[in-house]
């Protein structure tokens, strides 16, 4: 009952997505990182935003629904998953495409994200606490 | 990227600070043997370097991780991430290996007690300004692992404020 | 009309059948949530474990499992206290 109606509505689906794609991300940019001067190595990146612009754009179908309900439920899941990507680029360094000024750019931009993206969901959690119980937490 | 957890991606970046410790190893040893004409063996130091390759992981992610995926899955209708071809891991390995290909430098010292009967002294196959410029690199990514480390450790200390 | 002893126990049957509580009253759906808290608090604990033992659980994973089960735990017991005050309610207005 609370599995199957309530904590589908809560909206923590579409963060969880999100923090599940930066966590990834820092994992694939250590790699690249990690590989700077390994010959033969072909950076990978994380292709996520991408996808979700692209299906604004497309009007792609972002909740697909079986018996579609009356109304969307809120914090329904996108389809959009997080992809690993190589990228087959000029070689940059000497020894492979890595570019390590560009790696280091988005792990502090991954780092900033997932602390954004963790406020947010503490703040939603303690908004549903509060319409539950009254209290915060 | 087989799982993923705090612990993958601290054993990538430390496999990432290994190597580039190796390389600085063997520069500091390079560079402290450039005039050695003769070692043990009896001819000059051989200069050695670091071959680097990736060490592919098992594409499956780790049996825990796609269980816990179809409990959050099934519990909550999360989509759990899609890892794709290019999610195995690639861990680099280093291993040292002395360089048997490039020459000797040869210098024209008659007064040596090493020369040889036309007077030429034969000195390690080190380059000193090549040596330099890898130490610089070696450093640049070794610090850039690290921040890779403290990156990690940041966003598992925001995760459990949760 | 002559009344059988067939016809009263039949009707003591259905009189009985109808006292069974059907199957989308509150107390259902109390226990259905009751179970509900369960499975979500024994996830979370496994996780949990998991995590402490070394398993690729990611962090928030876990944080956010641990979450979900508070919450379900305060709404199953907000909406048991709804239900004994409502009743109470109920038993005060016989009188």
Excluded at chain 1, 18 to 32: E, G, H, I, T
Excluded at chain 1, 56 to 77: D, K, T, Y
């Amino acid at each position: 009952m609370i599995v199957r109606f309530v904590l589908p509505r809560t909206g923590v689906a579409r963060f969880k997505q999100a923090l599940d794609a930066y966590s990834l991300r820092q994992r694939v940019v250590a790699q690249n990182i990690a590989n700077v001067q390994t010959p033969g190595y072909r950076r990978k990146e994380v292709s996520f935003e991408d996808s979700l612009k692209r299906a604004f754009v497309q009007r792609l179908q972002l909740a697909p629904v079986e018996n579609p309900p009356r109304s969307i439920p809120i914090g329904m899941p996108t389809r959009q998953v997080p992809r690993v990507v190589e990228v087959k680029d000029d070689y940059s360094n000497g020894v492979n495409n890595v570019d390590m000024e560009k790696e280091m750019t988005k792990m502090v931009e991954t780092n900033l994200a997932y602390s954004m993206m963790t406020k947010f969901l503490k703040g939603r959690f303690e908004n549903l606490h509060e319409a539950i119980t009254g209290r915060i937490k | 990227m087989s799982g993923i957890g705090l612990f993958k991606t601290l054993e990538i970046s430390a496999a990432g600070l290994s190597v580039q410790r190796m390389r600085l190893d063997v520069i500091a040893e390079n560079l402290a043997n450039v005039e050695t004409t003769k070692t043990a063996k009896g001819e000059p130091y051989r200069k050695k370097r670091v071959v680097i390759k990736a060490v592919k992981d098992r594409a499956r992610p780790a049996a825990g991780q796609m269980e816990f995926s179809r409990i959050m899955e099934s519990n909550t209708g999360y989509i759990p991430l899609r890892l794709g071809r290019h999610s195995a891991s690639e861990i680099p390995e280093g291993s040292v290996k002395t360089d048997d290909k490039t020459p000797f430098t040869l210098r024209y010292e008659p007064g040596h007690p090493d020369a040889d009967k036309n007077g030429f002294v034969k000195y390690p196959n080190v380059n000193v300004i090549d040596e330099m410029v890898d130490m610089v690199t070696a450093s640049r990514a070794y610090e850039a692992n690290v921040t890779a480390i403290q990156t990690a450790k940041d966003m598992f200390l925001k995760a459990i404020e949760i | 009309m002559k009344i059988r002893p067939s016809d009263i126990s039949f009707a003591h049957k259905s009189y009985l059948e109808q006292k069974k509580p059907p199957k989308t009253g509150f107390g259902e759906m109390l226990k259905k949530m009751v179970s509900d808290v369960d499975n979500l608090s024994k996830t979370s604990q496994v996780m949990t474990q998991s995590a402490i033992n070394g398993a690729p659980v990611e962090a928030h994973d876990v944080m956010i499992s641990v979450e979900e089960t508070r919450l379900a735990f305060d709404l199953m017991l907000e909406v048991r206290n709804k239900l004994i005050e409502a009743y109470r309610e109920l038993m005060q207005m016989r009188m």
